[in-house]
């Protein structure tokens, strides 16, 4: 048996979760802090409703061969207190997170060569407690050492395309270039339609441009067609889908702005590339987030 202890019962710890419990020889715990009654994924292939062991709090916990650690980025510190009890000399810990800064997230904690950042491409939705919808079936993609390798052979008996790539920069860059423009979703509340509005286009190519140029001062390889191809992708989906950034502030939780575009205006500023778009974005998002900066003047309501 291989004991997977995922922590972050959410869209993408949720999906992943259900489909690792498809395979017998995985036995497979999730780690919650808002308590769940079971776990139902709705995925392209049809339900999944696994029988998953569920732990609360770390003193719950055991020692496992796998932590996937799938909370948000910003419930990374917190995320990490499972680890003192999930972590056995051997135990490997991948992390299932957007952004570029994965193994700065578990870094002292956890040694480097058992570190497996996970470039997920898997639009989910969490719809209530353990409740969840994959909406594509997706892909991740893990560095080609031996611990990714062995995070990929976990997921053969499933549908998601899990692979390794020679280079994780660059994957980790690509997506988020996604992720930077999707942005705009979340400023303006309006789901993935919004893309199609030419203006909107405009600025989510503006934003990912400014991606691209740090991108490839961090080393990744980006080419210059990036950004018309990702828009496109935006363009061409479902108009109703929702990107989790927008998820968060539609259900009043904090949002992963640093992790998402704060990153491309701090790793810009020391390559000394001018980031606006990306800067404002993340201004905006700060303003108008749980806790953020509130002084602003309520607008008056007409009549
Ligand atoms: N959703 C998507 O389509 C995609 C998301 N991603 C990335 O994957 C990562 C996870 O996102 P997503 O699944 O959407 O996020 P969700 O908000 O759906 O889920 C995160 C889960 O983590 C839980 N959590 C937070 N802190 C702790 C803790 N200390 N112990 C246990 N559980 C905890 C939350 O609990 P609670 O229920 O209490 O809030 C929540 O259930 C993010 O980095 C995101 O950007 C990547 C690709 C696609
Ligand atoms: C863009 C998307 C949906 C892709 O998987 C994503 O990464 C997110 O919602 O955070």
Redo the contacts with the bound molecule.
């Keep these: 048996m291989t004991r997977i202890a995922v ?9 992943a979760a259900a489909w690792l419990a498809q395979n017998e020889a995985l036995d497979v715990a999730l ?4 308590p ?1 009654q079971s776990l139902h994924v709705e995925t392209p292939s049809g339900p999944l409703s696994p029988r998953v062991t569920v732990w609360s709090s770390p003193a719950e916990a055991r020692s496992v061969d796998w932590v996937l650690i ?4 910003y ?1 990374s510190e ?2 990490a ?2 680890l003192p009890m999930l972590m056995a000399p051997s135990t490997c810990v991948a992390i ?4 570029v800064e994965h193994r700065a997230r578990v870094q002292g904690l956890v040694e480097d060569d058992r570190v497996v950042p996970a470039i ?7 719809n209530a ?1 353990g409740r ?1 919808h994959q ?1 594509r079936t ?1 892909s991740i993609f893990v560095a080609d050492d031996q611990a990714g390798r062995a995070f990929v052979s976990l997921f053969a008996h499933t549908p998601i395309a899990v692979a390794t790539t020679p280079d994780l920069r660059t994957a980790a860059w690509r ?1 988020l270039a996604v ?1 930077c423009a999707g942005a705009v979703n979340a400023l303006t509340l309006q789901p993935g339609g919004i893309s199609r509005n030419d203006d909107v286009a405009e600025l989510m190519r503006g934003l990912i441009r400014e991606c691209i140029a740090v991108g490839r001062a961090e080393g990744a390889d980006l080419p210059d067609g990036l950004a018309d191809d990702v828009v496109a992708g935006y363009r061409a989906g479902p108009a109703d889908s929702v ?3 927008l ?2 502030r539609l259900a009043g ?1 904090p949002m ?1 702005i640093d ?2 575009n704060g990153v491309i205006v701090r790793l810009g500023t020391r390559h000394g590339i001018a980031t606006p778009l990306n800067a404002m974005a993340a201004t905006l998002l700060r303003a108008v987030s749980p806790g953020g900066n509130k002084s602003t003047v309520p607008v008056p309501r007409p009549g």
Excluded: Y
Excluded at 7 to 15: K, R, V
Excluded at 70 to 73: E, G, L, Y
Excluded at 96 to 99: A, D, H, R, T
């Design positions: 922590i972050g019962a959410g869209a993408i710890g949720g999906t780690c919650v802090r808002t769940i799938a909370t948000k980025a419930d917190a995320a207190s499972w299932l997170q957007n952004g997920v491409d898997i639009p989910a939705e969490r407690p969840i909406r997706g997506k992720n990107n989790s950034l998820a968060d939780r992963e992790a998402r």
